[in-house]
């Protein structure tokens, strides 16, 4: 489909989410402050109803046209009621929007920002987006394939909560990978506009808090990327943002207390259906609650109209309790296929299907020790308190130590960058005076959060769960500052904020020039990937070309299957105990285990499969000896990639 | 502290040095971006870029 197809496309997915969400929000009796209130609050609930009712059809096995024909149709109609009004209040609101100059500016910056994410996001997905090749939008294809949810023994990541993945699903059968990807770029502006719905209600005498945190938020690079990727982070990040905002509407609001409790939940389930690093926020947001209903109680007086303390104990139940169904549908398939609903984390406590403790130790070294800053190049990363206080600039002046390496550690992707307005504007809050109550429970929340960031993964963009938080803690200290007496301060400020944001921006920029040509096809697809993820898309080219519908390829330092339009497995002895080359003594049980699978073929990317086709590791020396005697036959050969054929079945007897 | 009311604006004041303090700091963050390697690269590539 042409881009602006899917541009419009997504429009109309997106209203109509709204229309839902704004239909449950009046149903459950919550009456947001303003448009963009509403429009945050409900365009979330609407897209969190949509991937469910998804999720129920994969179940099903009715993934079809068909059936998700009538799922649209049903979701409009259950929306249809609030269409005009929904369209008449957005329409209002943008005719009544006076930001003001400085705020005019601050949008301006914020919308460029947001066009250099959405040319990432009509790209398609390069090899930058390995997440996304490799599953985010690669298991997606195979239930489409198969028209429904299967299980992915070579995958893990499959068994993680896909509620975004329901989307992308979606986005794939209706169009492609554009419109698929277009579904987190709708959460990336949606969170811009939960920013200012935020801004307007927890920090009105500050107008300025609103468009400076978003401006903030738009242009780290990070986010901007991710923005425009089938990635799940900012979806995440804007799920956790309603939750905290309706947990401080909770307290704004007393008559409706509960419903903002109930809504809170119903957020925070969602974050963890998106992604499992929200079950950390889990715990911290119900001592969050508990401190409130317990205030709240505590501070009423006299004493006979204090709440009684059952029902301050109830609403705490409600809210735990509410959180874990809505995110239970993911941990309960999980635990259902694999014995373990974290799969495959916590493996020595719950195991796991196709997981052993090899795989488990594998996984915990890459994400522990890939990331995080050395003392010296080539040492593990450091992880004691001077690391944990030294993160914040380190984040900023070595992004590279936080992100994916691509091969090359030592390099700065612009597409890691975090840059300086976080650490330079949340600093100062500490300075400021009269800080709104809800800027230091982020804070707290916020460092809660970044501990269990520093000892599980220092990965950045697994901090972009709470970036959304801190930006407007960030651009709240921006309002502030530019409005204190001493002009020279705000001046000097000013003058900082304006260089990181153009600077900010021009990186934004400069991934998105790279990826301008292929989002408006001034260079074809075929191209594009031809020259982005090279050798192993023309293999993949090979591959869906010439084998039949029957064949199943083994994949060896190359997860990215989402160009693949056969079945296939990740072979690699990390991803799974699929294939036990360990317990394998000769080459002969591994072509046993081959035919066992269905296997048919072999690709192997020697830049990523290290020593493989040296004869090194226990992949390695099981793959060559098969490869020099014959019984793997090289098909197609390029830069590195090497296809190869199984020869037809061996009769019984030789091997172990 | 978590209880405060809002204020309108800075009119309460922070004291000259805490303000002098703040602008420091906004600034020195800022500058060890700008100076960052990778900052400079990417002006560069800019610069190439729109020249040649």
Not at chain 1, 207 to 223: E, K
Request: proline share 6%; aromatic share 12%; charged share 15%.
């Amino acid at each position: 489909m042409h881009p602006f197809s899917d541009i419009l496309a997504i429009l109309a997915l997106g209203f109509v989410a709204f229309a839902v969400g704004r239909a449950c929000l009046r149903g459950l009796g919550i009456q947001p402050q303003t448009t963009t209130e509403d429009l945050a609050l409900g365009a979330g609930l609407g897209l969190g109803i949509l991937a469910y009712a998804v999720l129920v059809l994969a179940l099903l096995g009715v993934l079809r046209t068909w059936a998700v024909a009538g799922l649209l149709v049903l979701f409009t109609a259950a929306g249809a009621r609030q269409v005009p009004g929904a369209a008449r209040d957005l329409a209002r609101a943008v005719r009544n929007w006076r930001p003001g100059f400085w705020g005019g500016i601050l949008i301006a910056v914020t919308l460029i920002a947001a066009a250099t994410a959405l040319v990432g996001a009509l790209a398609p997905p390069s090899s930058a987006e390995w997440d996304s090749l490799s599953y985010h939008l690669a298991a997606p294809k195979v239930y489409l394939r198969h028209h429904r949810i299967v299980y992915l023994p070579y995958d893990h990541h499959s068994n993680f909560p896909f509620t975004m993945e329901m989307l992308y699903a979606l986005g794939l059968m209706l169009s492609g990978h554009t419109l698929a990807k277009l579904f987190h770029y709708l959460t990336f502006v949606l969170t811009l506009v939960a920013m200012g719905a935020f801004a307007r209600r927890f920090f009105p005498a500050q107008p300025l808090s609103g468009p400076a945190a978003a401006a903030i938020f738009a242009t780290i690079p990070l986010v901007n990327f991710e923005a425009g990727t089938a990635y799940i982070d900012v979806a995440l990040g804007y799920c956790v943002l309603l939750s905290v905002h309706c947990l401080g509407a909770s307290r704004s609001d007393g008559a409706a207390n509960s419903r903002w409790l109930a809504l809170a939940a119903v957020y925070l389930g969602l974050a963890m259906g998106i992604k499992m690093t929200a079950l950390v926020l889990y715990p911290l947001l119900l001592v969050w609650v508990a401190w409130d209903v317990l205030r709240l109680r505590a501070a009423s007086s006299p004493e006979a109209e204090r709440p009684p303390r059952a029902a301050a104990g109830r609403q705490l139940l409600v809210f735990a309790a509410l959180a874990v169904a809505v995110a239970s549908p993911w941990y309960v398939k999980t635990w259902v296929y694999t014995g373990n609903p974290v799969y495959p984390f916590f493996y020595s406590v719950f195991g796991g299907r196709d997981w052993g403790a090899l795989q488990a130790e594998m996984y915990r070294k890459s994400q522990v020790h890939d990331f995080g800053m050395p003392s010296k190049q080539g040492d593990m990363p450091r992880r004691d308190l001077v690391a944990f206080l030294l993160a914040p600039y380190n984040l900023v002046a070595h992004p590279n130590y936080y992100f994916d390496k691509h091969g090359s550690p030592e390099r700065v992707w612009p597409t890691s960058v975090v840059g300086p307005l976080l650490l330079a504007l949340l600093a100062p809050l500490l300075l400021l005076r009269r800080i709104p109550w809800i800027v230091w429970r982020i804070l707290l929340l916020a460092l809660a959060f970044a501990v269990s960031w520093f000892v599980m993964s220092q990965q950045s963009r697994y901090f972009l769960a709470v970036f959304p938080l801190l930006a407007l803690c960030a651009g709240y200290s921006a309002a502030r500052i530019m409005a204190t007496r001493w002009e020279s301060v705000s001046g000097i400020a000013g003058v900082c904020l304006g260089a990181g944001l153009a600077t900010l921006l021009a990186l934004d920029g400069l991934t998105a020039r790279e990826l301008a040509p292929a989002a408006f096809g001034t260079v074809s697809e075929e191209a594009f990937q031809a020259y982005n993820v090279g050798p192993s898309y023309r293999a993949f080219g090979f591959l869906n070309r010439y084998l039949p519908s029957t064949a199943k390829v083994a994949l060896y330092g190359e997860p990215r299957g989402y160009f693949l339009d056969l079945d296939y497995i990740w072979a690699d002895l990390g991803h799974s105990t699929l294939i036990d080359y360990l317990s394998m003594k000769r080459p002969e049980a591994l072509l046993r285990r081959y035919h066992e699978l269905g296997i048919t073929h072999v690709l192997i990317n020697s830049r990523y499969a290290g020593g493989l086709l040296d004869g090194q590791g226990p992949e390695g020396r099981l793959v060559v000896p098969l490869l020099e005697r014959g019984a793997l036959q090289p098909i197609w050969e390029g830069g590195g990639v090497l296809v190869l054929a199984l020869a037809p079945t061996p009769r019984a007897g030789g091997g172990e | 502290m978590e209880e405060e009311p809002q204020a309108a604006d800075d009119e309460s004041g922070i004291p000259l040095w805490q303000a002098a303090l703040i602008a420091l700091w906004v600034a020195a963050v800022t500058a060890s971006f700008l100076a960052c390697p990778y900052v400079r690269e990417l002006w560069l590539a800019l610069f190439q870029g729109v020249l040649f």
